[in-house]
């Protein structure tokens, strides 16, 4: 079993930037961030498996970078030039085996961390 927690939500104004981190507690070939907005469902946001490979939701490509801390089983979501339609709960998850792509199912996920983006 693997626990995940996020940190780094909070409130931005459009433009701003925030860095979300997710500690985890054991290894996992894939890790990703996911958020879901009120009203709406959840959706990926990007991945990055054991070697380093991300893939991006094309809504965030360019402005958000997906990395990890392997030795640390950390993973981090360094978002910038936030827009009002980011504004989700952030959620981190973990994939214990290979296939990282946004339609694989997530063994583990953490309770989630809020980002505002409001003027």
């Known amino acids: 079993q693997v626990q995940l927690m996020e940190s780094g939500g909070g409130s931005v104004q459009p433009g701003g930037s925030l860095r979300l981190s997710c500690q985890g507690s054991?290894?996992?070939?894939?890790m990703g961030w996911f958020r879901q907005a009120p009203g709406k469902e959840r959706e990926a946001v990007a991945l990055?498996?054991?070697?380093?490979?991300?893939t991006y939701a094309g809504s965030v490509k360019g402005r958000f970078t997906i990395s990890r801390d392997r030795t640390k089983k950390t993973l981090f979501l360094q978002m910038n030039s936030l827009k009002t339609e980011d504004t989700a709960t952030y959620f981190c998850a973990a994939r214990q085996l290979s296939g990282c792509t946004f339609s694989s199912s997530y063994d583990y996920w953490g309770l989630g961390t809020q980002v505002t983006v409001a003027s």
């Open positions: 054991g290894w996992t070939w894939c």
């Open positions: 990055i498996d054991t070697w380093g490979l991300t």
